[in-house]
């Protein structure tokens, strides 16, 4: 299960103000409790509970952030009309834009149950290679299922712009770098203007997740090979399928990838768990789509992990969290690059 914490000292929100919120939106509840769910790296996210009713908040990260990103009232409306059509995206409940309530715009959404398989399997669960299987494939059928939400008969088009969808992303992830980079970086002078030149033609556009893995999902936990709810949609929008599955197999790490990713790694380590060509084979087979061409997407991927990475260390870096977690980022951003320099240098 995802668990909880008490809220840390300097990530605290106001009760009472929360409250009065909620019973303005006929959402009324006596004695709220909060804790925080701690294994977030981007938006901070707490579970109210009042009684048996159950609630997640979710508001951006403290200090200044970049424009446009962390935007609650976004990521509301696009639950809002992906729920309906896509039931493993959890149900948002209310949203306040009025930034005097708790210092920052926040939303209010159904409370999911399930386990996250994350760095390392739960004591005790079951290291089997036809579960682990199961697992990937329903990870991967999740997905395809996404894809081919109709996101215009959804409502879904102010969400994204897919002409130019990817050459925007390019342009776009290389300045978040340029305005957190800490470090020089001479393969990112190689990767940089390649990711430019080498842009490919995308396919059709479709609901995009951007941050799909497996820790951004909730399995049943009376049967693991199902998904309770798929969560994080802060950066989806519509946009090059692509690019969602070159995500998922970023993160879905192999033996050995510890090192060569700067520290990154996931449970997919494990050798029961099938390997990214596997996934990547699953992922064409039910979905039908041409993958021939992911070396680019892939390459892109690690340099957009690199820069999330970055960006979280930069925040550490001049004080806007006191999470020590975020002091190694640094280091995993430049391994992230370096590798993803590693990959044009076998696609050229």
Known sequence: MLDTIPVRADER?????????LRATGLSWSDLEVEQFPAGHSNLTYLLRSGGWEAVLRRPPLG?????????????RILARLNPVFPLAPKPYALCEDTSVIGAPFYVMERRHGLVLDAELPAGFPRSAELHGAIAETLVRGLVDLHAVDWVAAGLGEIGRPEGYMERQVKGWLERFSRVRTVKLPELDRLAPWL????????????????????????DLDDPTHMTAVLDWEMATVGDPLSDVASLLVYWTEPGDEALLGGLTSVTSEPTFPRRHEVL??????????????DWYLAFAYF???VICQQI??????GQTRDERFAGHEATACALVRHAAALISQAI
């Open 13 to 21: 929100v106001s009760l009472d103000a929360v409250s009065s919120f």
């Open 64 to 76: 200044p952030v970049a424009p446009r990103a962390h935007d609650m009232a976004r990521e509301y």
């Open 196 to 219: 430019v030149e080498s842009l490919p033609e995308s396919p059709p556009a479709r609901v995009i997740h951007n941050d799909y893995k497996l820790n951004n999902v909730l399995l």
């Open 281 to 294: 084979e699953l992922y064409g087979r039910l979905s039908g789509r041409d993958l021939s061409g992911l």
């Open 304 to 306: 957009k992990l690199a």
């Open 313 to 318: 260390f930069y925040r550490w870096k001049v």
